[in-house]
Antibody, heavy 120, light 108 residues
């Protein structure tokens, strides 16, 4: 069955960096676009970034553009999120999620999430 | 960017029916999807394409998108349905998914 397992979260100071990973299994990783979504404390879900199945299309939310970089390793079936210049308002649980074959529609499988806390 | 509005909270007695709405510009022309997020758990897709259910989702969960007001309906509500529910669409103009503000369902 489809499984997504995030890792790499933790406590980091403002201005610091962190790299999140999402190990995928149970499906052909390169056949789907993959997204990162976060949920800050007391807030709702916020889409962060996605990479298309081809890898050619990458999008970022305005709130993270220029600071976060999404990437993937097809051979390892792993999705990454490099987060730089972290701010307090980046504190959230970060989820990776599987989309369809092309960027549209819904997200049908989600990982359990990894907590990122930005605090001095 | 595109904004989806939801009621912050809905309360319902066990065994009754809960309805959660989603508001946005010209929503009748979009496909709407719904997620359930129980406390401490990952979001779970419960409805896609306005009214389709993924395998494993009980028939008690249904969706509609008529009159420009998408609605998630949960029949015969159980204690285990207590969760946050989010609607989601794909915003063609910005080319990314957009989530609603979320609705906390409380089972009395």
């Amino acid at each position: 069955q489809v499984q997504l397992v995030e890792s790499g979260g933790g406590l980091v100071k403002p201005g610091g960096s962190l790299r999140l990973s999402c190990a995928a299994s149970g499906f052909t990783f390169s056949d789907h676009y993959m997204s990162w979504i976060r949920r800050a404390p007391g807030k709702g879900l916020e889409w962060v970034s996605y990479v298309s199945s081809s890898g050619y299309t990458i999008k970022y939310a305005k709130s993270v553009k220029g600071r976060f970089t999404i990437s993937r390793d097809i051979a390892k079936s792993t999705l990454y999120l490099q987060m730089n210049s972290l701010r307090a308002d980046d504190t959230a649980v970060y989820y990776c999620a599987r989309g369809l074959e092309r960027p549209t529609g819904w997200l049908d499988s989600w990982g359990q999430g990894t907590l990122v806390t930005v605090s001095s | 960017s595109y904004v989806l509005t939801q009621p912050p909270s809905v309360s319902v007695a066990p065994g009754k029916t809960a309805s959660i709405t989603c508001g946005g510009n010209n929503l009748g022309s979009k496909s709407v999807h719904w997620y359930q997020q129980r406390p401490g758990q990952a979001p779970l897709l419960v409805i896609y394409y306005d009214g389709d259910r993924p395998s494993g989702i009980p028939e008690r969960f249904s969706g509609s998108n008529s009159g420009n007001t998408p609605t998630l309906t949960i029949s015969r509500v159980e204690a285990g349905d207590e969760a946050d529910y989010y609607c989601q669409v794909w915003d063609d103009s910005s080319d990314h998914p957009v989530f609603g503000e979320g609705t906390k369902l409380t089972v009395l």
